[in-house]
C-alpha cells in the first residue's frame, strides 16, 4: 500500500498544472463510451445488468460515461447499479446525485479503468418543476501517465429546451477553471444544428462527423443522434474513431463509442 501511495505522488507532483501538462505528450490513445442505462430496467423492464455489462466488456472501454443511473431506488430493489456494474466490468465506478428519487437517489455516473485524481458533481440549473440535473466531472492519470479530466451529463429532455440551453452554458461556464485536457460526454437530448449543440460548440469540439451523424436514439430503430461525446481544447486530441454500438434490449439508447489520441505534440487550431 505504502509504495502505490509514493507512485500516486510521484506522478501528481510531476506535472505542471498548467497546459501543457509537459513540454510534449507522450502519444496515447483512449476509448471512451457514452451510454444512458434507462435505470437498469433495459427494453425487457427486467433490470438485466448483465446486458447493459456486456455492451460494455464488448467494447472494453477506458472511460464510461452513464445516464439515468439509480443508487439503492425502490424499483432496481435498492442496488447500487454504478458499483454492480463497476463490479460485472472490473472497472473502478463512481455516482453522482441529481435528485432524490423513489426512497433513494437518481442522477449519473462514471466508469473508468484507472483510479481518481478527485471528483465533483456540478448541480446544473433547472426550472422549478422540472427534474434536477447534474455533471459528473473526474480526474484520472492514464496509463500513458498523461492527466485528463472526463464530464458524465444528462441535460433536460423538454421540447422547449430552456433548462438544457441553461444547463449548456453551465457546462461552459466551468469549463475554463479546468487546467486539465477534457472530454464531454453524455445525452444532451438534442440534435446538430440546434441551439442546444450549437452553444456546446462555442466551447467543445464534436468527436463526430457533423454533415452525417450517426444516430443513437432510440435503440430498435436510432433516427437521430442525441448521444455525444466532445473534447477540449482541440489541440490536444484527435479522433481515431467514432461507433455508434446498437442492443435494442439493453437500453432505449445506443451505446457511443469514440477513440481519441491525446496528440504528443497538438497541432495549432
Not at 498544472?17 to 433495459?42: R, S, W
Request: glycine fraction near 4%; charged fraction near 20%; aromatic fraction near 8%.
Amino acid at each position: 500500500m505504502r509504495s502505490n501511495i509514493i507512485f500516486i505522488l510521484a506522478a501528481i507532483l510531476s506535472f505542471n498544472p498548467a497546459f501543457p501538462q509537459q513540454p510534449e505528450y507522450d502519444g496515447n490513445v483512449i476509448k471512451v463510451m457514452t451510454f444512458n442505462i434507462l435505470h437498469g430496467a433495459t427494453l425487457n423492464r427486467d433490470n438485466n445488468l448483465t446486458l447493459i455489462a456486456k455492451v460494455i466488456n464488448d467494447a472494453s472501454p477506458d472511460l464510461v460515461a452513464l445516464q439515468e443511473v439509480d443508487y439503492k431506488t425502490n424499483r432496481v430493489n435498492n442496488i447500487d447499479l454504478i458499483a454492480e456494474l463497476g463490479r460485472q466490468t472490473n472497472m473502478v465506478s463512481i455516482f453522482a446525485k441529481a435528485m432524490d428519487y423513489d426512497s433513494g437517489e437518481y442522477g449519473v455516473g462514471i466508469l473508468s479503468k484507472t483510479t481518481f485524481l478527485s471528483s465533483r458533481n456540478v448541480a446544473q440549473p433547472f426550472t422549478a418543476g422540472n427534474e434536477p440535473r447534474t455533471a459528473l466531472e473526474i480526474t484520472t492519470i492514464l496509463a500513458s501517465g498523461d492527466t485528463i479530466s472526463f464530464i458524465s451529463t444528462h441535460l433536460n429532455h423538454l421540447m422547449e429546451g430552456i433548462d438544457r440551453q441553461a444547463q449548456t452554458a453551465r457546462i461552459n461556464e466551468i469549463l475554463p477553471a479546468n487546467r486539465y485536457p477534457t472530454i464531454l460526454a453524455g445525452d444532451l437530448n438534442d440534435v446538430i444544428g440546434s441551439p442546444t449543440i450549437n452553444l456546446i460548440e462555442t466551447k467543445w469540439t464534436l468527436a463526430c462527423d457533423r454533415e452525417n451523424p450517426q444516430p443513437t436514439y432510440p435503440s430498435n430503430k436510432p433516427d437521430r443522434k442525441i448521444d455525444y461525446v466532445a473534447y477540449y481544447p482541440p489541440k490536444y486530441w484527435k479522433v481515431i474513431e467514432h461507433t455508434v454500438i446498437q442492443d435494442s434490449i439493453a437500453s432505449d439508447h445506443c451505446a457511443y463509442s469514440v477513440i481519441l489520441e491525446l496528440l504528443k505534440s497538438p497541432a495549432e487550431n
